[in-house]
């Protein structure tokens, strides 16, 4: 049923219907309004036979969601920035453990300078510690990835953060096609976990692992996370047969009818992820009036890094662009520098463009003018998009 909603009440609405056991929550903008709605839906109701959990701290939070889905419960919990950060060693434990916890991300910037505005640094610092990633295009991606997290993460003991950007997407309202209570049944069954802590059958989880085991620990973790994009695929395939339409997708191509169409000699690539994707695609139709051949790829997964299929989708680009919205200071972008890896060699030139830093407007008019200055040979391989020249001179 489509509704006019805002985004963050929209996600915790399709939490509900996930039908969740545990709910532990430490608000930190721009995620709040997501916990409150589950909240308030605990409280009136609207979401039974499900604990809400309020804690003193984002740690916490990841603590009693690795306690509760340790002990067999499906579990949610969100977060953004430094909230993140904060549960940092929590949330390598919980992947190192296999708990299947899902954790939507409120992509906000990491301080300092204190900033709460949008950009992913967040969950990009935390790439490497074992969880998917899924990042959000839109609201209506954003319902339908949670759905998707929690079968594909309780089908393979990894958990999962749904990214989506903060305000941009949690505090934008848009109409959104909510699905029924039947058709999540339909796609997600309950709740089987592979361990579970049992006081009838004592075990332990997360012993020491010594030098003799730690690399094939970390080999299987490993093998595990590369094995998650096939069974990502497979479930994007099955939510469009209960729901009709298609989310999920590691890769896609946007703007044409073929969702996995290669790039051809002469066009320029041009990969992001989140909500910058739909700015994007309302700039497409002027640029190729003007001559201007633009294949605009979507990554939908930065964990695991779907490294074969971005490299098929780029094919015989020319130039490839990569809007980054994290910034590894001294080296680059980050997206950027996984995606000169899945290249493997190709010899189309890689121009990173740094943009959105921090919540700062992304407009139509500042990435047609990246695109046209890829066309025309003149973009670098690192440019800052709409950088103050004056403010960097008073500093220097």
């Not at 419960?73 to 390598?92: C, D, F, K, N, P």
């Not at 579970?196 to 075990?203: T, V």
Request: charged share 20%; glycine share 10%.
């Amino acid at each position: 049923m489509h509704e006019l909603i805002e985004g963050s009440k929209a996600v915790a609405r399709a939490v509900a219907l996930c039908r969740p056991d545990v709910v532990c929550a430490y608000p930190i903008s721009p995620q709040t309004h997501i916990v409150e709605a589950l909240s308030g839906m605990v409280r009136t109701g609207g979401l039974v036979d499900c604990d809400y959990i309020n804690v003193e701290s984002e740690f916490a939070a990841m603590s009693v969601a690795i306690g509760a889905s340790a002990a067999g419960g499906r579990v949610y919990t969100a977060t953004a920035s430094q909230g993140l950060l904060y549960m940092a060693e929590a949330v390598y434990n919980a992947s190192g453990l296999g708990l299947p916890i899902v954790m939507t991300v409120a992509n906000r910037a990491i301080g300092a300078p204190i900033n709460i505005w949008n950009d992913q640094s967040d969950s990009l610092s935390q790439r490497d510690s074992g969880w998917l990633q899924l990042f959000a295009i839109d609201n209506q991606d954003a319902v339908d990835l949670h759905i998707i997290a929690y079968r594909l993460a309780e089908e393979i003991s990894i958990p999962i953060m749904v990214c989506m950007d903060g305000f941009v997407l949690t505090h934008a309202t848009d109409v959104v096609d909510m699905p029924t209570q039947e058709m999540v049944d339909a796609f997600l069954p309950p709740f089987t976990p592979r361990a579970a802590l049992d006081i009838e059958h004592p075990s332990s989880m997360g012993m020491m692992a010594g030098p003799d085991i730690f690399t094939e620990t970390k080999y299987l973790a490993h093998r595990a996370m590369l094995g998650a994009i096939d069974r990502l695929e497979a479930a994007s395939k099955e939510f469009a047969e209960v729901f009709g339409r298609r989310a999920g997708l590691p890769v896609r191509v946007l703007g044409t009818d073929d969702d996995a169409a290669p790039g051809r000699h002469g066009q320029i690539a041009v990969i992001a992820m989140g909500s910058v994707l739909g700015t994007l695609e309302a700039v497409l139709p002027s640029l190729r009036e003007e001559g201007v051949d633009v294949h605009l790829i979507a990554l939908g997964a930065f964990r695991p890094f779907p490294s074969e299929a971005l490299a098929r989708a780029i094919g015989q680009a020319s130039r490839v662009v990569v809007i980054d919205r994290a910034i590894q200071v001294g080296i680059g972008g980050v997206l950027s520098g996984a995606v000169r890896r899945a290249m493997k060699g190709s010899p189309a030139p890689l121009h990173s463009v740094a943009a959105g830093l921090g919540g700062r407007p992304i407009t139509q008019d500042s990435l047609a003018g990246i695109v046209r200055r890829a066309h025309a040979g003149n973009l670098g391989d690192l440019t800052f998009m709409d950088l103050r020249d004056d403010v960097i001179e008073k500093v220097s």
